[in-house]
């Protein structure tokens, strides 16, 4: 059952602080593209700032696990993989003892989601994956492939470009993918975002997936 408590500034915040520099880095980048993003694709405020604070968070369940796998400069085991891949429900199910609220939640749940239906937890396809983690996965793919990791550099704009262009349709919301790309010059000239503001439940029902247990794909994380 679903708890019922704002997401406040406060909480958010500490709840970001206990990830790594990097990741909080990160999560803030992600978080100015998805809002950007939301607005193209003209979602109304109040949604944007859900995507804020969902995009914000989307990687908290990484938290949970092992550094030793994340941090792994060699290729991954299947059951590493299968580890990893669990930060989207494990921070899914750590932000439910926070809020209810099913657009930051689904953002956590959803942002590894592809629309062929190749991603994960749940292999959702197209439309079935929620609007705010189709965002999230694009702002989140583009960061991390312009961004150093322990097992590759980091990729120029224009590589990055050409492999979010190829995945319109097939990993990305097509719309979405022309949208986003739209907005990469106004992101590149953004300013520090302001903090986002408090979350209300949505309501006391808010709902996910029906099906909640981790069922990681055999598929490459990619990123
Ligand atoms: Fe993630």
Redesign the pocket.
């Known amino acids: 059952m679903l708890m019922t408590m704002d997401l406040s500034i406060t909480s958010c915040m500490d709840l970001l602080q206990v990830q790594p520099p990097d990741l909080v880095r990160h999560s803030k980048n992600v978080s100015t593209l998805a809002v950007l993003l939301s607005m193209a694709a003209g979602c109304p405020s109040a949604t944007q700032e859900r995507i804020r604070v969902g995009s914000l968070l989307?990687?908290i369940?990484?938290q949970f696990v092992p550094g030793r796998i994340l941090n792994k400069q060699g290729k991954l085991a299947p059951v590493e993989l299968l580890n990893i891949q669990e930060?989207?429900w494990l921070?899914y199910a750590h932000l439910t003892n926070f809020t209810s609220d099913a657009t930051v939640l689904q953002t956590v749940l959803y942002?590894?989601e592809r629309w062929n239906g190749t991603g994960y937890p749940y292999g959702l396809q197209g439309e079935s994956i929620p609007l705010e983690a189709r965002i999230c996965s694009l702002a989140?793919v583009w960061d991390a492939l312009v961004t150093d990791r322990c097992y590759r550099s980091a990729w120029n704009d224009t590589q990055a470009i050409e492999l979010i262009w190829a995945g319109a349709g097939s990993l990305f919301d097509p719309l979405l993918t022309s949208q986003f790309l739209g907005i990469l010059e106004e992101y590149r000239s953004e300013p520090e975002p302001p903090l986002p503001l408090p979350i209300k439940p949505v309501s006391e029902n808010a709902t996910v997936a029906s099906a909640m247990g981790p069922s990681a794909q055999s598929m490459e994380d990619g990123i």
């Open positions: 989307h990687d369940g990484k930060h989207a921070g942002h590894h989140d």
